[in-house]
């Protein structure tokens, strides 16, 4: 059966029981690649998934493992397939779905994550769980402590390969995958391929089929994208200009620097805006409080880091704000991938400086559309350089996560700006009246002088942990880890 020809769950041979959770859960279509990716893996057949989160490749591999695992059973410490998952919040995201789509089923499972007890998952495991589902680092200290056999494992999905390659996680997996048996199906999902990860999919995948939804480099045609240009020292303005302009249901806003996530939430707090923040230093109890209120509709903002928001599964954001540019134009596609979600239409906005030039001319290189230019009147991007032209100039540093000192968000200041026109020179419309605004004004000022003495000390650079924030947490996880 061709995919074009799935329109529906039907005629799929999935379970009476799975079709009647896919009902209560109100699925109608299946999405591109569960269209795809379903009847590959109930043929058997390994799979090369290569589909960014968002597009339902959750139900993609659950429901076809759930439809095998009904027809056998559990045996103690033995599970009979196996979810790797980087991060603990995303594996806590995948059992929620496990539990929803196998509502109707007596499977049982274990979520093997680090911050929990052991004592829990291993009697989990003792009473015989169908599917594991973990984090690299977890499951081997399950598998040193000799509580968990992957003998028996028939299949294996690794789920966010490229991320599991960010975050240094191929050795556990290589690790991992030389315990389980040489015959048995393999399910592979990588938002991007680069080349570890292509070498990794050729070691475990037995002529396997290559299913790609949607280019990695591609945004969704649902989301409306717009660059607006503005001076460093007044990002904050616009930002505001945005926010009061725009019907904003919910938004996120996506700063390079952790520092200044703390900057711009104290800024938006200060100026009314209901907002909170996620980062990826915060201690767990308070990133799910930050994400609960977000969630809830309590905070209408919030500000996040690549990593605290990548894979982050909330399907109501109607607005994504890029406060800087990213220097890696994949982020890009990943942020703006954060609305827009489940077939819903999206807008997103980027504040760029002409420092930014060539970290736009990467994405727009990248996505391979030319991201329509927007001034905000007021905050016409050549003239406000002026008041932030002094001194010395700055260079922005390449690496997206490092710390800038700069309070405006880091993007420098241009003591060139009557010389240099950049890329975001293109399409400029001028001000209206050609009138001269206060850049900087006033209260922003003095907002910028705050900034400055209250930000945090830089923090060293440090390696992306897997407390990285990447996910919903279910209920169930919060009492766990109460
Ligand atoms: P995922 O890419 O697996 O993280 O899924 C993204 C979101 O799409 C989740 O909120 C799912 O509940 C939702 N979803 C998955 N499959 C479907 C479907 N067939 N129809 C509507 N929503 C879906």
Known sequence: MSSEA??????????????????????????????????????????????QTGTGKTAGFTLPMINRLMKGRAKARMPRTLILEPT????????????????????????????????????????????????????????????????????????????????????????IVKLLPFTRQTLFFSATMPPEITRLSEQFLQAPQRIEVAPPSSTNKNVSQTLIEVAPMSKRAALRALFDREEVTNGIIFCNRKRDIGTLLESLQRHGYSAVSLHGDMDQHIRLKMLDEFKSGSA?????????????????????????????????VH???????????????????????????????????????EELPGLDAAETDKPAAKGKPRRRKTDA???????????GTDNHAGRRRGLLGRNRRKTPNN????????????QNAKAEKTAPPPRKAKAQSSDAFD????????????
């Open 6 to 51: 799935i329109t529906s769950f039907e005629n799929l041979g999935l379970a009476p029981e799975i079709m009647a959770a896919i009902n209560q859960v109100g699925y109608t279509t299946p999405t591109p690649i569960q269209a795809q990716a379903i009847p590959a893996v109930m043929a058997g057949r390994d799979v090369l998934g290569i589909a």
């Open 88 to 175: 603990r919040e995303l594996a806590a995201q995948v059992a929620e779905n496990f539990d929803l789509y196998g509502q109707n089923t007596r499977l049982t499972k274990a979520l093997l994550i680090g911050g929990v007890s052991f004592g829990d998952q291993e009697r989990a495991i003792e009473r015989g769980a169908d599917v594991l589902i973990a984090t690299p680092g977890r499951l081997l200290d399950h598998v040193e402590r000799g509580k968990v056999m992957l003998r028996g494992v028939e299949v294996l999905v690794i789920d966010e390969a490229d991320r599991m390659l960010d975050m240094g996680f191929i050795p556990d997996i290589e690790r």
């Open 300 to 332: 209408k903002y919030l500000i996040a880091s690549d990593v605290a928001a990548r894979g982050l599964d909330i399907p109501n954001v109607s607005h994504v704000f890029n406060f800087d540019v990213p220097s890696h134009a994949e982020d890009y």
């Open 335 to 373: 942020r703006i991938g954060r609305t827009g979600r489940a077939g819903r239409t999206g807008a997103a906005y980027m504040l760029a400086t002409r420092q930014d030039d060539k970290y736009v001319q990467a994405i727009e290189g990248l996505i391979k559309l030319e991201i329509p230019r």
């Open 401 to 411: 996560k490092s710390d800038d000192p700069s309070p405006t968000g880091g993007n």
């Open 471 to 482: 996910g919903n947490m279910p209920d169930f996880l919060k009492k766990q880890i109460k």
């Open 435 to 446: 009138k001269k605004p206060d850049a900087t004004p006033t209260a922003e000022k003095s």
